[in-house]
């Protein structure tokens, strides 16, 4: 089946029931999502399919309909986007093995609500889950994302 | 649009057929959508309960909210919880989820078959809340069933053919693994409303 992933059109040779996450990571080798709970519980795998945030562990390959757009997409000639440069701004990252997730919604959240509230970033983001406890960093990167967005338009 | 035509075409036709019956008018929630001349009450309200049986089912309820939660329920889970998440209708109010996580980040087209997986149906969302009936009696939610402002704008008979044909609703008799299905079948269903709203569609009273 052919897939547009980061910008990039590809054939997958993979059966429809396949999670898009094992296509991603096994099949074409784009290793920023990440595998954790396998039952979307955790956000971990969390991409983008034209904009809307989804999880590709338990997403069906053959139901993709859209662009899909990873952790790896998110970057435009080597320019980091605006969520990117302020989690690195914030230092969200602690171990880091949830934060493909957390900037994919965060990035949805950004395309639809230009300045959130807190509410709206608890509504948005209650589903990416983080062990090493980073929320309050990652509601700290998003409005300076947001702040970012605005000062880049 | 449409719909709101079909009620005005119905709800003209139904007037004119009272005032040639020269039937007193009656509010619309106790208004039959059939003969009821002649009906045994106890059929009805014996085909109620299985209706009853079906939408007060969690597979159905548990996204029929008021609160803007929909919940989780099951063996595993003891109580029936919140739908874990944070998951809301939405801001917008639509039912769809919030900006950022909507019911179809992780609700696909069809049922993830991993254990705890995620169900899934086309267009995964809450009910609107004017239909919501998690927590109400077999009374309140039989009465509600009846009243177009607050069953979707429908009449009995499209009642029934959304239960039959709505892909979400079909869902609740096939959840998924680890989960109880709602009892009977979609064309079980329709075929009682049919048969309630044909003996006059009677309520029980609390």
Known sequence: ?153 | MRRAILLTIAATLFAAAALAQEVAPVAPETVPQAETTLVDPTVGLAEWQTIHDVFAHPRCANCHVDDDHPRWSGAHYGETRFHAFNVQRGADGSGFGNPGMRCMTCHFESNSNVLHGPPGAPSWHLAPVEMAWFGKSSAEICAQIKDPERNGGRTLSEVAEHVRDDALVAWGWAPGPGRNPAPGSAEETFAAIERWSAAGAPCPID
């Open chain 1, 1 to 153: 089946m052919r897939l547009t992933v980061d910008g990039k059109q590809m054939e997958i040779d993979a059966d429809p029931e396949m999670p898009l996450l094992w296509a991603l990571r096994d099949l074409a080798g784009i290793l920023g999502p990440k595998f954790g709970c396998g039952i979307a519980a955790c956000g971990a795998c969390t991409v983008l399919i034209d904009g809307s945030p989804v999880r590709s562990c338990v997403l069906p390959v053959g139901g993709v309909e859209g662009d899909v757009v990873t952790i790896e997409g998110l970057s435009r000639d080597g320019a980091l986007s605006a969520v990117q440069q302020a989690w690195l701004d914030e230092q969200v990252a602690q171990c880091g093995y949830c934060q493909a997730g957390q900037i994919m919604s965060a990035t949805a959240l950004l395309d639809e609500i230009d300045n959130p509230t807190d509410e709206d970033i608890d509504n948005a983001m209650a589903g990416n889950l983080c062990r090493c406890g980073t929320y309050p960093k990652i509601r700290a990167a998003i409005k300076r994302a947001a702040a970012l967005k605005l000062a880049r338009a």
